[in-house]
């Protein structure tokens, strides 16, 4: 059983940035990022394969937003610029333990879940 832990959360000025991180306790292949505002459903962020070359981003952050992974740290990372006050959201980290990237925004293929950190933007 593999366990996600994430930091990086908090409070910044719209325009801003921020850098999240995903410890894992163990190997994993794909992970991803999924967020859930206030009152909405969990949505796909951001999702990268073991090996970084392949990687998948939601409209709403390509541009902004920047995923990356240290396999020697077993740890994944959602660099996010230009913050806006709509990506205000708990952010959560999800980790798959096969090989398959299909469908990175699909969060049932996803096995292991952090357990979030808050990013708030002001405006």
């Known amino acids: 059983q593999v366990q996600l832990v994430e930091s990086g959360g908090g409070l910044v000025q719209a325009g801003g940035s921020l850098r999240l991180s995903c410890a894992a306790s163990?190997?994993?292949?794909?992970m991803g990022w999924f967020r859930q505002a206030p009152g909405k459903e969990r949505e796909f962020v951001a999702a990268?394969?073991?090996?970084?070359?392949?990687?998948s981003y939601a409209d709403s952050v390509k541009g902004r937003f920047t995923i990356s992974r240290d396999n020697a740290k077993n740890t994944g990372y959602l660099q996010m610029n230009s913050l806006k006050s709509e990506d205000t959201a708990v952010y959560y980290c999800a980790a798959r333990s096969s090989a398959y990237f299909g469908a990175p925004q699909a969060q049932q293929t996803y096995g292991y879940w952090g357990q979030g950190t808050q990013v708030t933007v002001s405006s």
């Open positions: 990268i394969d073991r090996g970084g070359g392949r990687t």
């Open positions: 163990g190997r994993t292949t794909a």
